[in-house]
């Protein structure tokens, strides 16, 4: 039994030298290549993180607002550089004389309705884009907006802007609730929103057409 260990013992061979410097290249190699892609991923993380988080909440409002066959609209509001809303306007205010009444509803940023508001936060360091140098991949970039609404059909308009002899109604700020403009909103075509990451200069854009549809832009 012994010498059948040692003959099978004697039939296994090992790796070479040379095939473990070559297969230790081949891996080097690979890590060299895939390195730098894998890094860029990581690095897009947060961009990619925020386009998604904000195209999903104006989808949302977007949806409510069909859903609920809103009268008065649901919003997006931009509240600063980092902080935006979801608002439903719709309140019911009572029954005069068989007929259900609607008020416009205020959005409250520091004692928020939680039924109707909903608050959402950028990651770290990724801010609403605020000048052209902060988006060059849109022309003539201005954000002079800070909200859009979207009604029962889904589509989509300005509060507070001119429309032929029409004003249509802004959004109602209570408690002494701001704004700021960061929306792209020129006279013609889609309504713009752009995303820089501070920390890295990566930008990403979202377009909103006037039938409210919603683009992510890379």
Known sequence: MTGVKLRRS??????????MLVVVGIISLTAAVMLPNIAGYIRAGRIRAAQDAVSAALQRARNVAIMKNTQMGVTFITQDNSTYWVHVEDTIA??????????RQGVN??????????????????????????????PAFAPAQASVRFDRYG???????????TTIPPVVLDGGSTTVNRIFAPAAGDRSVCLVDRRTGLRRWLQVSPSGRIVRRP
């Open 94 to 103: 009572g029954v005069t004389a068989g007929d259900v009444g609607f008020t």
């Open 10 to 19: 004697a039939g296994i061979r090992g790796f070479t030298l040379i095939e």
């Open 155 to 165: 589509q989509m308009s300005l509060p507070g802007v001119l429309v032929g002899t």
């Open 109 to 138: 940023f520091a004692a928020p309705n939680n039924v109707l508001s909903t608050r959402y936060i950028l990651p770290a360091e990724v801010e609403f884009a605020a000048t052209a140098a902060d988006c060059p991949g849109i």
